[in-house]
């Protein structure tokens, strides 16, 4: 029996700057889009201790709002939004590109993988949940 193929993907992490002004951030999410395989997806955790450790004041259900909508556009439901509309390709682009947000995405990383899923749930465990 022979391994599924590993074919190309792209992701980036999802990063909250709950004080744009100080550039403090903490990972909080991960994006992932790989076209051979139709997929476009997000998985999050906010970790509310590291939050507030950076500011108190940070809108932790605001926060998580904002990552919702992101899981949102990636799943591409129809009258959500005009980003919900466009293709994958195009929905992650609009979702990495920069911006002077709480939430934002790091830059674009590329890998090889035989399945998406698994591995979004690999960098959400490697880059974004707590260790130890």
């Not at 709950?18 to 051979?36: D, F, K, M, T």
């Not at 998580?64 to 556009?73: E, H, K, M, N, Y």
């Not at 939004?81 to 911006?99: I, K, V």
Request: proline letters at 6%; hydrophobic letters at 40%; charged letters at 20%.
């Amino acid at each position: 029996m022979t391994a599924a193929p590993r074919t190309p993907y792209e992701y980036a992490a999802l990063r909250v700057i709950p004080r744009i002004e100080r550039g403090e951030q903490i990972n909080a999410g991960v994006i992932l889009y790989s076209q051979s395989h139709d997929y476009l997806a997000a998985l999050h955790h906010l970790d509310t201790h590291r939050l507030h450790a950076l500011d108190t004041a940070a809108d932790a259900d605001g926060i998580r709002a904002a990552l919702d909508a992101i899981s949102t556009v990636c799943r591409g439901e129809p009258g959500q939004s005009a980003a919900c509309d466009a293709d994958q390709g195009r929905r992650f682009r609009w979702l990495t590109a920069p911006r002077s947000t709480i939430v934002q995405a790091g830059p674009i990383h590329t890998g090889l993988t035989a399945d998406p899923a698994a591995e979004l749930r690999r960098l959400l465990r490697v880059l974004v949940l707590p260790t130890g």
